[in-house]
Every structure is written in C-alpha cells, then in structure tokens.
C-alpha cells in the first residue's frame, strides 16, 4: 500500500501531476523511429556484397545507422515511459500548421527519393537540406545556402570520396 501523502486539494497526487498526461503520444515518434530502423535494416540488406571483402563492405554504414536508430528508438520510448515530467516539460498541443510541416518535410524526403534518382546526388541532396531547413524554420542566407553546401560536401567526400560508395 502506497504511503504517499494525498493531497487535500484533491487534486492529483505530485507523482501523478508529474507524469504526462498522454504517454502514447510520446511513444509515437519512439516508434516511428523504430520502423525506419527496420525498415533501413531490410533495405540494407538489398545492397549487394562483393566477394573476397576483408574490410568493411558497402552494407555497414547503412545497418550502423539503422542499429543506432533502433537502439535511440527504444531509448526515447523508455525514457517516456518511465521518466517523470512536469507540465513544462510536455510537448504543445499538435496544431494545423505543425501538421503541415510535418507532412511537406516527410513528402520533401520522399521527393528527394525520386529526385535522386534522376539528377546527382550533391544537387538532390542541397535541395532537400535547403527544403528542410526552411520548413523547420530556417532563414537567412546562411541558414538556407551555407548549411546545406557544407553538409553536402561533407556527406560527398564521406560517401563519395573516401568510402567509394556509388552514389
């Protein structure tokens, strides 16, 4: 039998005050995260290995970061679970505009999908960081132009340049 004080306000006791009130909420971008992870985990199983490899083949970058998804996933998911949290600490309430944005950067990835398809990697790549930093609130010449060719060319030279991977 608990032997927390209750208190005379009758309101919530603090422990229940501190909890969120919708947990399943907060699970949802745990699990989301879950799915890409197997997701990107039975799409890197799809890439094909060269026989007679001794070192690293093309797979492992994409299964390191599908393992590090996953394990982030059920991280986030624990901690909403059990973490207590303070009405400050809970997320704002989903509006209309958040959809929106929410949606246009998730159909932006999927177009980059399709774009890379057809134009080269570091131009895809530049217009979908410049599509995502503008949605997620980004201004400024820095911002939309400077971010997305520093971290294009980074990507590049890492995929690119120094692990040879075809893209």
């Given at each position: 039998?608990?032997?927390?004080?209750?208190?005379?306000?009758?309101g919530p006791?603090?422990?229940?005050?501190?909890?969120?009130?919708?947990?399943?909420?907060?699970?949802?971008?745990?699990?989301?995260?879950?799915?890409?992870?197997?997701?990107?985990?039975?799409?890197?199983?799809?890439?094909?290995?060269?026989?007679?490899?001794?070192?690293?083949?093309?797979?492992?970058?994409?299964?390191?970061?599908?393992?590090?998804?996953?394990?982030?996933?059920?991280?986030?998911?624990?901690?909403?679970?059990?973490?207590?949290?303070?009405?400050?600490?809970?997320?704002?309430?989903?509006?209309?505009?958040?959809?929106?944005?929410?949606?246009?950067?998730?159909?932006?990835i999927l177009?980059?999908?399709?774009?890379?398809?057809?134009?080269?990697?570091?131009?895809?790549?530049?217009?979908?960081?410049?599509?995502?930093?503008?949605?997620?609130?980004?201004?400024?010449?820095?911002?939309?132009?400077?971010?997305?060719?520093?971290?294009?060319?980074?990507?590049?030279?890492?995929?690119?340049?120094?692990?040879?991977?075809?893209?």
């Open positions: 039998m608990s032997t927390a004080p209750v208190p005379e306000t009758g006791s603090p422990v229940v005050a501190a909890r969120p009130s919708t947990p399943l909420r907060e699970l949802v971008p745990a699990l989301a995260g879950a799915a890409v992870a197997v997701g990107a985990l039975a799409l890197a199983t799809q890439v094909p290995e060269k026989t007679g490899l001794t070192s690293f083949s093309p797979r492992w970058w994409p299964e390191a970061l599908a393992y590090l998804l996953l394990g982030l996933s059920v991280l986030h998911a624990a901690l909403a679970l059990l973490r207590p949290r303070s009405a400050e600490e809970l997320p704002d309430a989903a509006n209309r505009a958040g959809v929106l944005r929410l949606t246009a950067m998730l159909l932006s177009g980059y999908g399709v774009l890379w398809y057809f134009v080269d990697f570091r131009v895809s790549t530049a217009v979908l960081l410049v599509a995502l930093v503008y949605l997620g609130g980004g201004r400024g010449w820095k911002a939309l132009l400077v971010f997305p060719a520093v971290v294009t060319a980074v990507l590049y030279l890492l995929f690119g340049v120094l692990l040879r991977v075809p893209i």
